[in-house]
């Protein structure tokens, strides 16, 4: 089932999303619509909070991806109760980002790219490991949204300042986009 995807202004992106446990109702149905609205909308990440629910669930497809990095072929990962335990900040990378939550924005974003990650299995394996590249990029991006923040929160103050009219009519629901949207 595909899902409306909350956007920017909406209070739950910026709430910070909890923990779920194995008695979750419907995890394997929510993971599942989760893939699906990310498919439609053509994003390559897609937080809970973005579906309206402050819980700590991810998912990822990098597929799309395979031409330039074949490591990602059927690339498609969900990650449960994922947190990020370190930042090697040795080596920063600035990259252009966007959001399915805020659509029509895309700006560079400055991100270590190296990270430790803790997380579970859809079936609560506990998983922890360095992570790097275009995936790290985008955990950091989809870990963000569980702490209540945005790309756009990073991004320098002038190139806020710059886009703070578009900030402001995606408030207002002036915007366009090619998929369901609350
Ligand atoms: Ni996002």
């Known amino acids: ?3 409306p995807i909350y956007t920017y202004g909406q209070p739950v992106l ?3 999303a909890q923990d779920i446990t194995p008695d979750y109702p419907e995890l394997p149905k ?6 699906e609205t990310m498919y439609r909308s053509e994003g390559v990440g897609l937080a809970a909070p973005q579906i309206g629910k402050d819980i700590r669930v991810i998912v990822v497809t990098l597929d799309v991806l395979k031409d330039e990095y074949p490591e990602y072929a059927d690339f498609n990962h969900a ?3 994922p947190h990020i335990l370190e930042y090697d900040d040795s080596e920063m990378q600035t990259m252009d ?3 399915l939550s805020l659509p029509g924005i895309h700006e560079p974003v400055k991100r ?10 859809p079936d609560f394996t506990e998983r922890e490991e360095w992570v790097e590249g275009y995936l790290a990029r985008v955990l950091q991006h ?3 949204h569980l702490e209540g923040k945005v790309f756009t929160d990073r991004i320098t103050p002038l190139r806020k300042q710059m886009i703070r009219s578009k900030m402001n009519a995606l408030v207002k629901g002036k915007f366009r986009c090619g998929y369901k949207t609350k």
């Open 30 to 35: 929510l993971i599942e619509d989760m893939f």
């Open 14 to 16: 910026r709430k910070v």
């Open 112 to 121: 270590p790219t190296r990270i430790l990650v803790r997380w579970m299995e």
């Open 79 to 81: 990650y449960i109760n």
């Open 142 to 144: 989809e870990i963000d």
């Open 97 to 99: 980002e966007g959001c």
């Open 1 to 3: 089932m595909i899902l």
